[in-house]
């Protein structure tokens, strides 16, 4: 089984409608990202936790939110999706390695379609 | 911000040849990695650099560090048509009031090896 997985893996959406993606991990590690990925522009980080109680907005945090219900789940939510926010999503976590950061392991992804 | 600055954009070269990819950022940093990424899949960590290191290896992988440049190179000698994905930099960005970093992704490079 996948250690970081995303769902849904793609969702077609209306402008207007409330999109929640969901992240869940079994790695054990108390760091959780979300990232965008639109082409040419590589990845964007839109918000960061890092542990239960620690939510922080990233560089493109405007329109979005989330939740971290638990160590293991890191949701992400557009409460009102627009046609812009069509792109590919990405989860990602990290434990707390030496120098501050290490290694981060990513989901296979959410491509979001917003009509 | 995105802080990596990858170079070239595209490159595309037979089976057996070397391939370098070349990384700028901007500020100082503590750590630099190095991510693959299949087409349309999640992001897979290859190598990780730390800010005292110069060189580092991994099987057909090696990268350097210029701090004073910065900039670093990622090279894949003898490339198979495996390898073809986008290669990414990551650096250190927004820091956690506590102590840790999330990462600044590049734009990527393309790399296409044809058998």
């Known amino acids: 089984d996948a250690d970081v997985t995303q769902t849904p893996r793609n969702r077609i959406t209306k402008t207007g409608k409330r999109i929640m993606l969901e992240c869940s991990q079994t790695k054990g590690h108390d760091r959780m990202y979300w990232y965008r990925q639109d082409p040419g522009l590589g990845l964007r980080l839109i918000y960061y936790?890092?542990?239960?109680?620690?939510?922080n907005k990233g560089e493109i945090s405007d329109g979005y939110s989330v939740s971290r219900q638990a160590q293991a789940k890191f949701s992400l939510s557009l409460e009102s999706a627009i046609p812009n926010q069509t792109a590919l999503y990405f989860c990602?976590?990290?434990?707390?390695?030496?120098?501050?950061?290490?290694?981060?392991?990513f989901g296979p992804g959410t491509r979001l379609t917003v009509l | 911000s995105q802080q990596g600055e990858e170079d070239p954009q595209a490159l595309s070269i037979q089976e057996g040849e070397n391939a370098t990819m070349n990384c700028s950022y901007k500020?100082?940093?503590?750590?630099l990695q190095w991510y693959r990424q299949n087409s349309g899949r999640g992001l897979v960590h290859l190598i990780l650099?730390?800010?005292?290191?110069r060189e580092k290896h991994s099987g057909r992988l090696r990268v350097t560090l210029d701090t004073s440049k910065k900039s670093s190179s990622l090279l894949i000698t003898a490339s198979r048509a495996a390898d073809t994905a986008s290669y990414f930099c990551a650096t250190d960005g927004i820091a956690n009031s506590n102590s840790g970093y999330a990462l600044n992704f590049g734009k990527g490079t393309s790399l296409l090896v044809t058998p």
């Open positions: 936790s890092f542990d239960v109680k620690d939510i």
């Open positions: 990602a976590t990290s434990d707390l390695g030496g120098g501050g950061f290490n290694e981060q392991f």
């Open positions: 650099i730390r800010s005292n290191e």
């Open positions: 500020t100082s940093i503590n750590n």
